[in-house]
């Protein structure tokens, strides 16, 4: 499997990028958010809709942060298969939820999310330098064309 980090802009519950990381050997482990309120984080549309996700998302484990996830977008049939589910952990968010830091553990994905099209500079170059600190490759960072108003 290709390593590939990716930015993207763009609503945060959009998950559909996530693949299944090879667990991380010799990592150590990501420094990520304490605490998350993730019916906050899943958010809504601009409309007040609601977002629904194709994928399933839930905590990985007990006695971890509820910023360490666990995603799934295989059919709920093969649910029982673990690598099905990928790691989804938060290493940063702004205390409005307006944009976050998303990668595994393994350091093979990596997204930048904002909820609005355009994120200023200063804020994606802070969020760039903290992947970096955590040992991302962000040489390999795209940034994801936005159309519309």
């Known amino acids: 499997m290709n390593k590939r980090i990716v930015q993207i802009a763009g609503c945060l519950a959009t998950l559909s990028a996530i693949g299944l990381a090879r667990a991380a050997q010799g990592k150590r482990p990501l420094r990520v958010v304490p605490e998350v309120d993730l019916a906050r984080y899943a958010g809504q549309l601009e409309s007040g809709e609601q977002i629904q996700a194709e994928g399933v998302a839930r905590v990985a484990g007990k006695g971890q942060p509820n910023s360490i996830l666990k995603v799934r977008f295989a059919p709920a049939f093969l649910s029982f298969i673990p690598q099905v589910w990928g790691d989804y952990q938060i290493i940063a968010l702004s205390p409005d939820y307006t944009y976050a830091l998303v990668g595994d553990p393994a350091r093979e994905y990596l997204w930048i999310l904002s909820r609005s099209r355009q ?22 960072l795209q940034k994801t064309k936005q159309s519309g108003s």
């Open 119 to 140: 994120m200023d500079e200063a804020t994606y170059n802070q969020l760039v330098d903290e992947a970096q600190a955590q040992e991302f490759d962000v040489s390999r």
